[in-house]
């Protein structure tokens, strides 16, 4: 493969990978580590090990945080497991109807558990839900913050070798 088109590569997974911080389909931290290790299998000498062992360890992180960040914000809200599985289904049923669909359908999933499994009242059991989605958002800018940061470390590596 030739150089132009290892860094061709390079830049489009990196790109992905900034785009999957904030799409759910896309795995956004681990393309960017991808995108890093197949920079260094294929150009070596361009990204150090103690970059792809950073990169991991951020890619890592990205899960952590957003899962940290869902379980949080459900739970500062006075939410259950019972919601955070709620939350969790909403999200995903309200994937297919966009980036807004996700966030309100964490909210409704997390509201309606709450209200039907765990019989709360509907005030309480909104509130557990805008909990839901703040924690998503919250979970989405943590991921977006540290997927920058990959972008930019593997950057600066790139530059210096």
Known sequence: MSPEAVWLLTFLLISAGIAGSILP???GAPLILVAAVLHQRLLPGHVSTWTIAAL???SLLTFAADAACGVLGVRRFGGGRRAMLGAGVGAVIGLFLGPLGLILGAVAGAALCEMA???R??????????????GLLVGAAARLGLALLMAAWLAADLALN
């Open 25 to 27: 389909a896309l795995p």
């Open 56 to 58: 991991a360890v951020f």
């Open 121 to 134: 009242a509907w005030d309480d059991a909104l509130k557990t839900g805008i909990g839901a989605g703040l």
């Open 117 to 119: 499994l765990d019989r």
